[in-house]
T-cell receptor, first 115, second 113 residues
Framework: GNSVTQMEGPVTLSEEAFLTINCTYTATGYPSLFWYVQYPGEGLQLLLKATKADDKGSNKGFEATYRKETTSFHLEKGSVQVSDSAVYFCALSDRASGGSYIPTFGRGTSLIVHP | SQTIHQWPATLVQPVGSPLSLECTVEGTSNPNLYWYRQAAGRGLQLLFYSVGIGQISSEVPQNLSASRPQDRQFILSSKKLLLSDSGFYLC????????????FGNGTRLTVT
C-alpha cells in the first residue's frame, strides 16, 4: 500500500534560519504530492503541490520538488519567521483499487521558530 | 468559490451520549468527502470517506458511523460515545482527481467526559 514518512519533530529554529523537512513516500501508482500546514486550533491548509516528476511547488517562500528517483518531496524555506510555527504534513494522492483518489498523510512535523 | 462549513467548533459530551457532527460544502458538486480524527500526537486518522450520495467507506472499525444524505452534506454520528472518542475531528472535501488537494473545515474539538 501507499505510505508517507516524514521526519519526527519538533524542529526548533531561530528566526531567519534555513528550514528542511524531509518527506519520502511509497506508492503503487504515480501520485500527486502535497504539503499542508496546520496552525494551532485550525484545520489543515494546502501549502503547495506537485503533480509530476521534477515539478517544483512553491508558496509563501516554501518550496518542494517532486523527486521520483528518490521518492522524496522535501519541504524547504530559506528564511523562516515566527509566524511559520505550525505543524506541516506531507501527503500523496493516488488512485485506490476502487478507482477513486484516496489521500495518504504523513504523521506531521511540528516547527517551532524562536525570535 | 468553494467553501466548507463544519460545526460545532467545540463540544463537550458525557460518556454514553449520542453524537452528530455535520459538514456541508458549497460551490462544487459531487465532491469526495472525508472525516478525519486527530488525536494528541498530531497524526491524521482517516475515519470515513464518500465518493457519492449513500456511498460510505469505513477505514477504521469503531462505534462511529457516517452518512451522506445529500451530495454536499456529510454527517458523523455515534449512538454512545466513549472516552476514547475525544479528539479533533476534521471534515474535508476534494474533487475526484489525482491532483486535487483536500480542503479542510476548521474542525470540531470533542471532549468526552
Amino acid at each position: 500500500g501507499n505510505s508517507v514518512t516524514q521526519m519526527e519533530g519538533p524542529v526548533t529554529l531561530s528566526e531567519e534560519a534555513f528550514l528542511t523537512i524531509n518527506c519520502t513516500y511509497t506508492a503503487t501508482g504515480y501520485p500527486s504530492l502535497f504539503w499542508y500546514v496546520q496552525y494551532p486550533g485550525e484545520g489543515l491548509q494546502l501549502l503547495l503541490k506537485a503533480t509530476k516528476a521534477d515539478d517544483k511547488g512553491s508558496n509563501k517562500g516554501f518550496e518542494a520538488t517532486y523527486r521520483k528517483e528518490t521518492t522524496s518531496f522535501h519541504l524547504e524555506k530559506g528564511s523562516v519567521q515566527v509566524s511559520d510555527s505550525a505543524v506541516y504534513f506531507c501527503a500523496l494522492s493516488d488512485r485506490a483499487s476502487g478507482g477513486s483518489y484516496i489521500p495518504t498523510f504523513g504523521r506531521g512535523t511540528s516547527l517551532i521558530v524562536h525570535p | 468559490s468553494q467553501t466548507i462549513h463544519q460545526w460545532p467548533a467545540t463540544l463537550v459530551q458525557p460518556v454514553g451520549s449520542p453524537l452528530s457532527l455535520e459538514c456541508t460544502v458549497e460551490g462544487t458538486s459531487n465532491p469526495n468527502l472525508y472525516w478525519y480524527r486527530q488525536a494528541a500526537g498530531r497524526g491524521l486518522q482517516l475515519l470515513f470517506y464518500s465518493v457519492g450520495i449513500g456511498q460510505i467507506s469505513s477505514e477504521v472499525p469503531q462505534n462511529l458511523s457516517a452518512s451522506r444524505p445529500q451530495d454536499r452534506q456529510f454527517i458523523l454520528s455515534s449512538k454512545k460515545l466513549l472516552l476514547s472518542d475525544s479528539g479533533f475531528y476534521l471534515c474535508a472535501w476534494s474533487a475526484d482527481r489525482g491532483n486535487s488537494p483536500l480542503h479542510f473545515g476548521n474542525g470540531t474539538r470533542l471532549t468526552v467526559t
